[in-house]
Every structure is written in structure tokens, then in C-alpha cells.
């Protein structure tokens, strides 16, 4: 059996935890930069703030609606998301941290467990340490895990925010009650293929001659379709290891330059290569992207890439971060305004298992150096150690004027008690 628990409206829930004036509240939640919403409660749906929405436009329309908009607080939210992960890890040795806010359980050798007291017990416990609701949802298969708790989620009061599908009829029920657009994994353009075929239900899409599915669309749908139908097929995932690993931000204003521009992209390729150690990956290539804002038509236009490859796997700060400044004096134009820069690493490898140059190699100091930067860093929860090509004072030159204080992360802003 698995189990799919899930965060309510994680990123408003994280804010109300510290502030219970906003409990009940409408909530929206800004992208990078104060741009657009990325997430909304309950109550903010409700008035159809839509998703997505740029604030600039709807700015009036949550001020009329009494919608509280704040700045995306992402320290706060991944403090209390290790949290609740540690929390949810109690309860078995089989865990897939998912997302931010989503975690899968296996339940081995649960036979004789009353899953849905355990599901309750998970639920509490969350909600009493860390003050975060969540979800969820129980089934023979991650796949019908998901549906599970998307139904424990549409029907709070009746479930109590548990739902465990644990019989072919609650199965077929719950598949029949599921649109097909709601089934995970399963994008538009895959939903437009289905439809046609006349899958409007997810039951529908269990309905389909599997060999035909595997024939026509690809091997993770037809794991899915298993999935689906009792069938395990998509397997816990435990550990896993990005293909690529980008960093991508707008510029808090349109920069035209080329110093600017730098310090800013040194900073993108430092944060992928701390990714990269994190993960024990070093990096073959590096691209380097530099565009201007598309939304004002009325300047220039410019948008560039640059593709650098290395002699050898890195995952050195002082070495990537050196040759995407390289890359973005060979792609900069003067007299463009610059609005967003991106930078990818890929080609990736185990730091400690690669092919060797006989002729050219990394300097030998750089990675004692690296760990000893990653272990002053990781203990003081900031980056108190940069190198010289990034703002001392600033990592992200981010708009953000409606952040909430960082509770969990910044000693400063501790709550308190008088």
C-alpha cells in the first residue's frame, strides 16, 4: 500500500502558522519579483482570483475582495516543509520527498494496521508539530494514492482529510468520480489526445486496451494505466538525481550593464553549482541564456544563449561561475536592456565516478575548498562566505514588498513571547 500525504495551500498555510490573522483569510501568494500569483487558500479561489494572475492587474481587485497578497517567502516555506518531511519519515522507512509539499509513503508489512487510523495519526501529528493541515490519501498504487487523496481533499468534512481505497469497488468508484484532466501526470496536450478517444473519466482511460496505450503513447503512460488499475507499476522513488539543473531569475529592474549582468549570473551559476555538491553531480556543460523584457515593445529586443563545455566534470563554484561570466560577454549587446538571465548545468555525472583527462584536470584545491564554503554556509543557514564576483550584500536583488519575516530561518525575526 502507499500513501500520498499532501500540505493544504502549503505556502498560505506556512504563513498562517506564524500568523493567525490570516486564518479563514483569503491568500494569495507572488512569484519572484512580486509578479505574478503562485498560490491561492481556499477562501482566494472562492472570489476567482485566477492562478497565474499578474498582480499589477488584479492589484485592485484583492484590495476590493480584501485578499491578503504577500511576497513568496521561500526560506520560511522550505524550513517548514524539512519539517513536516521529518514528521511524515516516522512513519516509514520507505519515503519519496516529491515536493515541497508532497511526500509518498509504502506501507510494508502494514497488513494488520487500520490504514485509515494511520492516516489520521499522520494527519494529527503534522498538524499538532508544525501547525501545517494536510491530506491523505491511501491506496494500492502511488497512481491511485494521488486519486485518493484528491477525493480526502474535495471532501474534508466526510473523510476528515483520510481516504483509503482499499477495495475494487472504491476503486472503480473513485476513478469514475475523477475527470481525466485531474489525473496525475496527465498534461493538456495528453488530455486532448484522451478526450478524443472519448476518455473524459479517468475509468475511462483504465478502459483502454493497454498493448495500445504502450503502442501509442509511451512507457510512463501505460505505468500509469497499471497504476490505475490496481496494478503497481510505478515504483517509489527514493532518492532522486537531477538530468539538469538550472537557475533562472527576472532582474528586479532592466539592466544595461554588463557589470550588473555579471554579478547577477555568477550568483545564478554559484546556486547550480552548490545544487550539483548537493547532489554529489559534477557538470560537463554549462549554457548561459540573457534576454531582454519581451513585454516592452517599444525598446530593443534582444534574447541569447551561450553553450560552454568543459574539459573535464566540475562542480566548482570558482570554475563555473568563471566561465558563465565568459559566456555572457561573448552574448552581451550594449545598449539592450536586460531583464531576465538564466543559467543551466547539464551533462551531469557522480562527482566521484568520470572519466579522467591525462592531460588536463580541475585544481586539486578547489574542492576542500568547496566543502569548507558548503559546511560554513549550511551551519549559519545563509551564505556567509561568497566569492568576490557576487554582491556582498544581497543574493537575490528580488522585488519583494510584501514579505512576511523569515520566523524559522532568521534569528532576527524569532516571534516573541511577552
Known sequence: MFALIDCNNFYASCERVFNPNLQGKPIAILSNNDGCVISLSDEAKALQLPFGAPIFKWDQFCKEKNIQVL???????????????????????????????????????????????????????????????????????????????????????????????????????????TPIENVWGIGYRLQKKLKAKGCIKAYDFTQLNSEWVRKNFSITLWKLQQDLLGNSAIELDESITKKAIATTRSFEYTY??????????????????????????????????????????????????????????????????????????????????????????????????????????ENPKHKPLMNAIDHINKKYKADKIKLGSQDLERTWKMRQERLSPKYTTNIKDIIKVI
Open 71 to 177: 511576497s513568496s517567502n521561500y526560506p520560511l516555506y522550505g524550513d517548514m516543509s524539512e519539517r513536516v518531511m521529518k514528521i511524515i519519515s516516522q512513519f516509514s522507512p520507505d519515503i519519496e520527498v516529491y515536493s515541497i509539499d508532497e511526500a509518498f509513503l509504502q506501507f510494508r508489512g502494514f497488513e494488520s494496521f487500520n490504514l485509515d487510523e494511520y492516516g489520521h495519526q499522520i494527519r494529527n501529528r503534522v498538524l499538532q508539530w508544525t501547525g501545517i493541515p494536510t491530506c491523505v490519501g491511501v491506496a494500492t498504487t502511488k497512481g491511485l494514492s494521488k486519486v485518493a487523496n484528491k477525493i480526502a481533499r474535495k471532501f474534508p468534512k466526510e473523510t476528515g482529510g483520510v481516504y483509503v481505497i482499499d477495495s475494487e469497488e472504491k476503486r472503480i468508484k473513485a476513478l469514475q468520480w
Open 256 to 361: 544595461s550593464d554588463i557589470d550588473n549582468i555579471k554579478e547577477r549570473v555568477a550568483t545564478f551559476a554559484i546556486s547550480c553549482a552548490e545544487k550539483l555538491r548537493k547532489q554529489k553531480s559534477s557538470c560537463h556543460m554549462l549554457i548561459v541564456t540573457l534576454s531582454s523584457d519581451r513585454h516592452k515593445k517599444e525598446l530593443a529586443q534582444h534574447c541569447a544563449n551561450k553553450t560552454i563545455i568543459f574539459p573535464y566534470p566540475t562542480n566548482s563554484s570558482l570554475a563555473i561561475s568563471k566561465s558563465a561570466i565568459e559566456a555572457v560577454k561573448s552574448i552581451y549587446k550594449n545598449g539592450i536592456k536586460y531583464k531576465r538571465a538564466g543559467v543551466i548545468v547539464t551533462g551531469l555525472v557522480p562527482e566521484d565516478n568520470f572519466q579522467l583527462n591525462m592531460f588536463i584536470h
